[in-house]
Structures are given as C-alpha cells and as structure tokens.
C-alpha cells in the first residue's frame, strides 16, 4: 500500500479487519518487516491518540519513529507557490518535503482544514503535496478532509461488538463551541457504507455533509426518531462543509447555547437498542454527550481509542510489505 486515505486503499473489508484480530492476537509478530525502516510523523496540529498510537503501531513493528511538530521547533513552512517569502515563514514546503522524505521510508501526515477557503482543504491541497514530492508511501492522520485512522478503528471497535449482522449505526452532530473540521465525519460515513450497516446520519438543518463522502446515505433532521432502534451512536461535532450553505463553510451556524438539545444523553439513548457509545476523541463534556451517558457501561470509548493501534498496525504493515 503506497497511500492511505480513502477506505478503497485499504481494500476488501473482510480482510483488512481478519488482520486487525491477527494484529491483536500478537502484535509483535513482524518485529522483522520494520528492521532499519523509519517511519516519520508530522504533526501540524495537535494530538494525544494518533500520536501515541502511530507511535506505538510502529514500534510494535519493529520501526525506527520519528516525530515532528512543525509549529515547535520547526521552521515556519510556507505552503503557497509564488509568495515572496519576506515575511515569518524561513522555509518553503516544497523544500522541506523531499528534504523530509530523504530521512525516513514511510511518511504520517496530520494538516487540518484551515477553512480559509473550501476548495484548497476539499482538494487536499497540502496533503496532496506530500504524495507528490516526498517519494515515500503517504498516509493520513487527518487531514482537511478525512481521518482513516479513526474510522479503520471505528469500523473494527463495532465488528467487535456488534450483536447483530446489520447493526444500526447513527451518526449524530453534537454542539461545540468552536468550530471543528469534518473530517472525522466524512471518514466515518465513508466507512460506514463501504462496511454496509445500516447508517443513519442526524444532524441540524445547514449542516449536510459533502455528497463524495456521504453518497445516498440517510439523512434524519430528527434526532430522536434517527435514534430509534440505534445499536451504535457515534457522537460527533462539526462545522458547515459548505454543501447546502456555501457561504459558511467552516462556521459554527448557531449560538451553541440554543442547540444543547442535540448534546447526546439518556434522553436520546433511551429510544435506542441499549445501543453502545461511541465517539473519537477528544470530546468536551456536557457540550457532545453527558456524563452519565460516556460513563456507562455501553460506553466504547476506551476501547475505540485503543483500536487506533491496531488500525495504524495493519496500515504500517501493508506500508511495509509494499517497500
Ligand atoms: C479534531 C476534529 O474534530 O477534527 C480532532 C478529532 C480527532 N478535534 C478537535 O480539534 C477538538
Ligand atoms: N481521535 C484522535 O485522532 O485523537 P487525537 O486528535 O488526540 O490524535
């Protein structure tokens, strides 16, 4: 595997999540495929889980990591061709990528959407620049548009504990402060119809995600009857993509005072199939989901977390076979 972006790259489903419990049965089985390899990590914005867990994915492996937070220590990158670079930027990314690439033999990438304008984040404009210039197989760790890792995870955590063959998985928006990329739930849905679950997708009217990710998915602006019967909730803020409303992408629509209906609780869960909880971290209390709620026993939080792992293993060993 030379990218990992989309959930076509990852090929057959059955397979992929066969190597996920092979991965779990004893991670420390290809100590040899990642001998002498370096994998590097770049981070543009924060993180706790993908950090740790590429980290340790890696290593599980047998790999040398690097990783690099390029707003501690780096050089400011300049990312826009045919700038006159006499501001605070030293370094062009154009440089820094191949020069990044000549020290390692896989790159991880995390560059959020910026939402200064929809079409440079929906065309993966500085991902897309590192597929092209680095040399080296890619893979995302979320980027303007899309967060395989956390889906991959997802997609594992709900086969295993899933009751039914076709559970029911709904996909709610959730109130937040600031306003949060979509890639998460991009990701999420495109995963969710690549695994063929019966996915419903809730949220406020202004907020319908982009049809690329989403395809003919079913959307219910009632959150209580998208509910109904659920057997997985996953819980999820984001900001307007900018389908319905091209004038506010990346804007947060409403005061999240007058939307705190939509924060998940025993409310909602009740109307549901004793369904479990999930969401990918980190989540803000009391604005996404209550309490009670993530502190219940059908809370998968901890253990969708610690999917990550598992999911960033099975991506680095495909990325190691393929060198
Ligand atoms: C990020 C987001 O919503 O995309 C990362 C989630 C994994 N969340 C925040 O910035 C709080
Ligand atoms: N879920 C997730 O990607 O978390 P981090 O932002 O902490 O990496």
Redesign the pocket.
């Known amino acids: 595997m030379k990218l990992f972006q989309h959930v076509s790259d990852i090929g057959d489903l059955r397979t992929a999540l066969a190597e996920a419990q092979e991965v779990k049965r004893d991670r420390y089985q290809w100590q040899h495929l990642g001998r002498n390899k370096t994998a590097l990590l770049i981070f543009f ?2 993180s706790l ?2 950090r740790l867990s590429t980290q340790k994915a890696a290593m599980n492996l047998g790999m040398n990591v690097i990783v690099l937070d390029v707003n501690q220590g780096a050089w400011k990158l300049e990312t826009e061709r045919g700038v006159i670079m006499d501001g605070d930027k030293s370094e062009h990314l154009l440089e820094a990528i191949p020069v990044m690439g000549s020290y390692c033999d896989i790159i991880g990438v995390r560059s ?1 959407a910026r939402f200064e304008s929809r079409k440079d984040d929906y065309e993966e404009k500085i991902l897309n620049q590192f597929i092209r210039y680095s040399g080296r197989p890619v893979f995302f760790m ?1 980027s303007a548009t899309v ?1 395989p890792l ?1 889906a991959f995870a997802d997609l594992i955590t709900i086969e295993e504990h899933k009751q039914t063959a076709r559970p029911k998985v709904v996909m709610t928006w959730a109130p937040h402060p ?1 306003a ?2 979509q ?2 739930p991009n990701s999420f849905a495109e995963w969710m119809l690549a695994a063929d679950v019966d996915f419903v997708i809730t949220h406020p009217e202004g907020y319908e995600l982009d049809p690329q990710f989403i395809g003919h998915a079913r959307v219910e602006y009632d959150q209580m009857k998208a509910f109904e019967g659920a057997d997985f909730v996953y819980a ?3 900001s307007c993509p900018g389908v319905t409303r091209p004038n506010d992408y990346g804007k947060v629509l409403h005061d999240y005072h007058t939307m705190m209906d939509w924060c998940v609780s025993s409310r909602q869960m009740a109307v549901t199939n004793n369904a479990a909880f999930l969401h ?3 989540v803000r209390r009391n604005m996404i989901v209550t309490d009670d709620v993530i502190e219940s026993p059908r809370s998968l939080v901890i253990p969708e977390a610690a999917n990550r792992e598992i999911s960033a293993q099975v991506v680095l060993k495909r990325m190691l076979e393929s060198l």
Do not use: D, I
């Open positions: 914005n924060n889980r993908t959020f979320e967060h956390q600031r949060l990329p890639a998460v999820k803020n984001w990918c971290l980190p």
